[in-house]
């Protein structure tokens, strides 16, 4: 055999990129943050989900109040995502291909269940909620507003989603979020039980909503790449979703999933 040098790039691994961490380590903090809305999050908490050092944290939401990108509410002493940000979003103009596939269906899916309809999508390890429809029937569920943030896995979408990744990659968000399920009042070992039944299901069926005498169905939306991306959930009363009718919406957002799919891979270059 020839005795051939190896390259450089076989003799020395690859070294992370300068800066790398210190990113990594504020777009965590923003992402509690943003979970917070405008109420807030104390830096105690910060601290406890991200792992970090108190100072570390510290330090980085004061470079961050410094640029606007979060502010501290004087009152309270939480921290909040600041204005800069939306500002900074405003440079966004083109919808997602999901949101421009979704829009739609959700339309038509809405006029046929007449409950209220979320879209949700994957962030992460979170979920966002990034469009609700309210239907004809006089009781709407409106429990989770546009632009909520919630851990994979607290939410009847964010089990489906996870529902729909391989095993292992769903065990190992589950396992970084499980600090954050407690103010849910889930567990890791809760969520891993309803992820399992919503594989073997098809969907998700959350028996208990995010609100108390509430239930919610959820099916996933997967990109051309086959991963899991989104989650389309119906909130209902209880009385709402009986045996007979669970059946029935759960087909109608299941037969929504799909269309939005084959939408998104249409409109794919």
């Given at each position: 055999?020839?005795?051939?040098?190896?390259?450089?790039?076989?003799?020395?691994?690859?070294?992370?990129?300068?800066?790398?961490?210190?990113?990594?380590?504020?777009?965590?903090?923003?992402?509690?943050?943003?979970?917070?809305?405008?109420?807030?999050?104390?830096?105690?908490?910060?601290?406890?989900?991200?792992?970090?050092?108190?100072?570390?944290?510290?330090?980085?939401?004061?470079?961050?109040?410094?640029?606007?990108?979060?502010?501290?509410?004087?009152?309270?002493?939480?921290?909040?995502?600041?204005?800069?940000?939306?500002?900074?979003?405003?440079?966004?103009?083109?919808?997602?291909p999901l949101l421009a596939a979704a829009?739609?269906?959700?339309?038509?899916?809405?006029?046929?269940?007449?409950?209220?309809?979320?879209?949700?999508?994957?962030?992460?390890?979170?979920?966002?909620?990034?469009?609700?429809?309210?239907?004809?029937?006089?009781?709407?569920?409106?429990?989770?507003?546009?632009?909520?943030?919630?851990?994979?896995?607290?939410?009847?979408?964010?089990?489906?989603?996870?529902?729909?990744?391989?095993?292992?990659?769903?065990?190992?968000?589950?396992?970084?979020?499980?600090?954050?399920?407690?103010?849910?009042?889930?567990?890791?070992s809760a969520v891993l039980e309803q992820?399992?039944?919503?594989?073997?299901?098809?969907?998700?069926l959350r028996e208990v909503g995010l609100?108390?005498?509430?239930?919610?169905?959820?099916?996933?939306?997967?990109?051309?790449?086959?991963?899991?991306?989104?989650?389309?959930?119906?909130?209902?009363?209880?009385?709402?979703?009986?045996?007979?009718?669970?059946?029935?919406?759960?087909?109608?957002?299941?037969?929504?999933?799909?269309?939005?799919?084959?939408?998104?891979?249409?409109?794919?270059?």
């Open positions: 055999m020839d005795n051939v040098p190896p390259s450089k790039s076989a003799r020395r691994p690859a070294e992370p990129r300068p800066g790398a961490q210190a990113i990594r380590r504020a777009l965590s903090v923003l992402r509690i943050l943003a979970a917070g809305r405008g109420q807030g999050v104390p830096l105690a908490e910060v601290v406890q989900v991200t792992g970090l050092t108190r100072p570390t944290v510290h330090r980085i939401v004061h470079v961050l109040i410094e640029e606007g990108i979060i502010e501290r509410h004087s009152k309270t002493g939480r921290y909040a995502i600041g204005g800069q940000v939306g500002e900074l979003a405003l440079a966004r103009q083109a919808r997602s829009d739609d269906v959700l339309k038509q899916t809405l006029q046929r269940v007449g409950d209220t309809l979320f879209l949700t999508v994957r962030t992460g390890n979170d979920t966002l909620c990034v469009d609700r429809r309210i239907g004809s029937y006089p009781i709407q569920v409106l429990s989770i507003e546009v632009g909520a943030r919630r851990p994979l896995g607290v939410s009847s979408a964010g089990v489906a989603i996870l529902a729909a990744m391989p095993t292992q990659e769903a065990r190992k968000i589950v396992a970084a979020n499980e600090v954050r399920f407690k103010p849910y009042r889930t567990s890791a992820i399992s039944a919503a594989r073997r299901r098809g969907y998700n609100v108390q005498g509430t239930k919610s169905i959820s099916t996933w939306i997967k990109t051309p790449d086959g991963r899991p991306a989104a989650a389309i959930t119906v909130s209902a009363v209880r009385v709402r979703l009986g045996p007979r009718r669970e059946q029935e919406v759960a087909e109608i957002l299941l037969q929504a999933a799909r269309t939005i799919e084959q939408e998104i891979r249409a409109s794919s270059p």
